[in-house]
């Protein structure tokens, strides 16, 4: 069976600092691998997804299937960054997959 | 463009008492719809998912359960609450198996 695994409960970090939020997973097949942020009282939302290899609100994840990783990274952390985010991974099936969230709390 | 909701927003309920929560989607059809159920520290719990009108599988047995009535309505249920049903209850959709999905706003559920 798959697995998330995000090995950080909370990250603190300064503004302007850089950031790592960390997720590995196990999964023998191609996955589809995505990131999701949810800001203080809203919604749940897409952040962004591996196949699009694309750069939202300066993060950037890289899918390494050598080390069955999708770390989330961002190289200058804003307060407005602070917030929770899930990795998350979907196969072929209708059964997505998400790791338990890390709370990211960026401080001026 | 594609909307989902969610009601109530908050719901306080004695322990023993019925439960209905409602989802649903627009501007979309046959959506892939799902029940989370997501507790700090621990993640987003997947209950159930339907792939269309009457198809409900469960992921978690426990003393929830889930309808489907409509291809853009889903129905979160509960005949008699108890304390461990207290959370935050989200519904999410997706147009296909594997993509992204799409999230609604949750309902706070308290069960006292």
């Known amino acids: 069976a798959q697995r998330v695994t995000q090995p950080e409960k909370l990250l603190s970090v300064f503004k302007g600092a850089p950031v790592e939020l960390k997720c590995n997973y196990s999964y023998s097949g191609s996955p589809e691998l995505f990131w999701y942020v949810q800001y203080s009282r809203q919604r749940l939302q897409l952040l962004l997804r591996h196949i699009s290899r694309e750069s939202i609100k300066g993060f950037t994840a890289d899918l390494n299937k050598g080390e069955t990783s999708f770390h989330l990274k961002k190289p200058f952390a804003q307060e407005e960054d602070s917030a929770m985010y899930y990795c998350a991974l979907t196969t072929g099936s209708y059964i997505p997959t998400f790791g338990r969230g890390t709370s990211l709390i960026v401080h001026p | ?112």
């Open chain 2, 1 to 112: 463009s594609q909307t989902i909701h969610q009601w109530p927003a908050t719901l306080v309920q004695p322990v023993g008492s019925p439960l209905s929560l409602e989802c649903t989607v627009e501007g979309t059809s046959n959506p892939n719809l799902y029940w989370y159920r997501q507790a700090a520290g621990r993640g987003l719990q997947l209950l159930f998912y339907s792939v269309g009108i009457g198809q409900i599988s469960s992921e978690v047995p426990q003393n929830l359960s889930a309808s489907r009535p409509q291809d853009r309505q889903f129905i979160l249920s509960s005949k008699k609450l108890l304390l461990s049903d207290s959370g935050f209850y989200l519904c999410a959709w997706s147009q296909l198996a594997g993509y992204e999905q799409y999230f609604g706003p949750g309902t706070r559920l308290t069960v006292t």
